[in-house]
């Protein structure tokens, strides 16, 4: 990592969970902000791909896709079903839907990941440079993968792979670099991803900005919603 490295991220075990408790505070708080939600940068018509976390579907991402859209953003939906966590499949299959996406928008995309979600859309943007205009996360395990989260045990067992091993796998291919802006979203207060392996200490133009919230609530956070409105205007060329 740079010289700028942040405090290495530490094991998570299942009683982290209990931070997620506030979760379902989100919502009836995303209500009362809404209103200073409407007075979010407006946005340019291009293409946003959002992608959404281990064992979550399209529909967990849908309200942030919505609000997009109602920015004027041409957010499109997650189109590979449940994420079943097999990260190189899911990566194949999605460059090719950011590929067709670029091309039929005669653009780059614009790319939203949370949890697992952002791992496939860096990667993702490593693989199709001229296809991805930017990457944004929320949540993400950028260090160690899986290793620093609450699932890691059943992620290991799931998959029958060493962590140890896939950490050191990420970590080579992390330091590759992208070339796109790249902004984190984190929250000290996640129960499932450690808060310091969101971090990007890889990309030395990499953006990290806290929120406060629990991992499961990141994409109803109205905090996250005006950074990430924010970011993409700010993006904007």
Do not use: C
Request: net charge neutral; glycine share 8%; charged share 25%.
């Amino acid at each position: 990592m740079s010289e700028t490295e942040f405090h290495p991220p530490r094991n998570r075990g299942p009683a982290s969970l209990l931070l997620e408790a506030r979760t379902a505070l989100t919502l009836p708080a995303l209500i009362l902000q809404s209103p200073t939600l409407l007075s979010a940068p407006r946005g340019d018509g291009r293409p946003v791909l959002l992608a959404p976390g281990f064992m979550a579907g399209r529909l967990s991402m849908q309200p942030l896709a919505v609000f997009l859209r109602r920015l004027g953003y041409d957010a499109k939906p997650w189109r590979l079903g449940r994420n079943h966590g097999g990260v190189e499949a899911l990566v194949e299959d999605f460059r090719d839907e950011v590929a067709d996406l670029a091309a039929a928008a005669r653009q780059p995309v614009s790319l939203i990941g949370w949890s697992l979600g952002g791992v496939i859309v860096r990667e993702t943007a490593r693989l199709e440079p001229t296809n991805v205009r930017e990457v944004i996360t929320m949540g993400s395990p950028i260090v160690g993968g899986p290793k620093y989260t609450a699932v890691s045990g059943y992620y290991a067992r799931r998959f029958e792979i060493d962590l140890d091993e896939l950490e050191a796998e990420i970590e080579e291919r992390a330091r590759l670099g992208l070339t796109q802006p790249v902004t984190s979203i984190y929250s000290k207060g996640d129960g499932v991803v450690d808060w310091r392996a969101s971090i990007d200490a890889y990309n030395a133009h990499a953006r990290n900005i806290e929120v406060v919230g629990s991992h499961f609530s990141l994409g109803l956070n109205a905090q996250v919603w005006r950074l990430v409105a924010k970011t993409l205007a700010e993006d904007a060329s």
